[in-house]
């Protein structure tokens, strides 16, 4: 399984990758949202935001609506 992290993606100033269906969301919600990672699968996504919780973390599986916004709606 591949898995790349989009550079610009932490400070939310990029689009989303063209094949981006799934992002993983650090801190959703609040002033700090961050995507960790862009994703084409779901199963990739929740396997990506899995290994990347721990104690403090929130993280969440977001969908990437085409206008590239994110959705918690699947």
Request: hydrophobic share 35%.
């Amino acid at each position: 399984m591949q898995r790349t992290r989009s550079i610009g993606s932490r400070t939310g100033r990029t689009a989303p990758p063209p094949a981006a269906k799934y992002a993983v969301v650090t801190n959703p919600g609040t002033l700090f949202q961050a995507v960790d990672v862009y994703s084409a699968t779901l199963q990739s996504a929740q396997e990506w935001a899995a290994s990347t919780r721990e104690p403090g973390l929130e993280v969440d599986v977001m969908r990437v609506r085409p206008d590239g916004s994110l959705t918690t709606e699947f």
